[in-house]
């Protein structure tokens, strides 16, 4: 029983568990090989109403909420962390296109996302600094109806693949800080962008890389929100994909540690169990317990979201915490698997997957200033 899941809820994961075991977890370790993401997949979780669910069905959702937002991320997790990112990426950008773009603009995007049929990257990170997230360099400048970008940015997942992307640059001073920010809804065919794939550590599917904008023209019709409040308006969604985050990872770690405690079970040493064994049972024990709290904490701020309650600490716990205890615990399971762990198979690709989530999205400094500031003010926490 799950204080956070109702019947309705646990209905929705039970078939996107079908889903993903019988579709996606085949092709988990070959994506990894060939770095090739699957749209056809992707096209086939809209078709379920397993991309961006949470979004009203004017726009191609079904309205369903946040939480279910995060049963599906988490199923498809399950089966390929790296799949699960393109849930990510279409709930994070969902919402700010819903909630900061002009209807004729958007619209026809968000349809086409909830569909599967587009994918939309965020372009926040500068090759200067990640951390410090409003200290942009690239240039948007206004000319007449357009806006022209100059600039670059990078480790941008889906780079390569994206059919456009939020980007966040500068209209004002760079003294001003956050409040000279301003974001545009960019496709990714204007005249004047390339693009580059990096080799990254995991998450190879989806993968990473940098975009690069010469005198691109976009029109000021695709402003999301206020001129140079771009980066005070917009950031506010990353409260949910930081919940969303948390309960991908510990997915991984979850059918992880199922594996393993089946695995120590039915292999033997000295005449027992491995699980008969301290050793090496209550380290998974250790594991299970703490993932287990983390999941619902990642379910906790999300079911704040659905409330309309404030959940930002409640976020960056989940995405300072998850990750971490993620990469902890699959490493221990691949320990206990021995040298067969060590393979190149299913546990060593998660192991890489999960860990660029302790990079991206917000380090744990980061997350953990959000914390103190929410908790002691931020005039007592400062920048």
């Excluded at 599917?205 to 691109?216: E, H, N, P």
Aim: charged fraction near 20%; hydrophobic fraction near 45%.
């Amino acid at each position: 029983m799950n204080p956070y899941l109702d019947d309705d809820l646990v209905a929705l994961a039970q078939q996107a568990r079908r889903f993903a075991t019988d579709r996606i977890a085949p092709g988990f370790q070959e994506r990894d090989r060939t770095r090739a993401l699957d749209r056809g997949l992707i096209k086939d979780m809209g078709a379920m109403g397993f991309v961006a669910p949470e979004l009203p069905e004017t726009f191609g959702g079904s309205g369903l909420g946040a939480l279910a937002a995060g049963v599906i991320c988490e199923e498809i997790a399950r089966a390929d962390l790296s799949m699960s990112y393109a849930n990510l990426l279409a709930s994070l950008n969902a919402q700010i296109l819903a909630h900061h773009g002009a209807p004729e603009v958007v619209g026809p995007w968000l349809r086409r996302l909830t569909a599967g049929e587009a994918l939309i990257a965020i372009a926040l990170t500068e090759p200067r600094g990640g951390s410090d997230a409003a200290n942009l360099r690239l240039r948007i400048e206004r000319d007449g109806d357009h806006y022209v970008v100059d600039g670059e940015k990078t480790s941008i997942s889906a780079a390569d693949q994206a059919d456009a992307a939020v980007v966040f640059g500068r209209t004002g001073s760079v003294e001003a800080g956050a409040h000279g920010v301003t974001a545009l809804f960019v496709p990714m065919d204007l005249p004047g962008i390339t693009r580059n794939r990096f080799d990254c550590h995991g998450q190879r599917a989806i993968g990473r890389g940098s975009l690069f904008f010469d005198a691109v023209r976009v029109p000021v019709s695709h402003r999301l929100g206020a001129e140079n409040k771009g980066f005070v308006q917009v950031m506010q969604g990353f409260d949910f994909s930081r919940a969303l985050i948390g309960l991908q990872v510990l997915a991984v770690a979850r059918v992880s540690l199922e594996e393993t405690w089946a695995y120590v079970a039915r292999r033997e040493a000295f005449g027992k169990p491995l699980s008969a064994f301290q050793g090496v049972s209550h380290p998974l024990a250790d594991f299970d317990t703490q993932v287990e709290a983390a999941r619902l904490l990642c379910l906790q701020a999300l079911w704040l979201k659905d409330k309309g309650a404030p959940h930002s600490a409640e976020a960056a716990m989940c995405k300072w915490w998850a990750p971490k205890l993620a990469y902890d615990t699959i490493h221990q399971c691949l320990l206990m698997h021995g040298h067969g762990g060590y393979d190149r198979g299913p546990l060593e690709q998660r192991l890489r997957d999960v860990l660029g989530f302790q990079i991206g999205d917000g380090t744990a400094q980061i997350m953990k200033t959000i914390i103190a500031r929410t908790r002691a003010g931020r005039e007592a926490v400062p920048a």
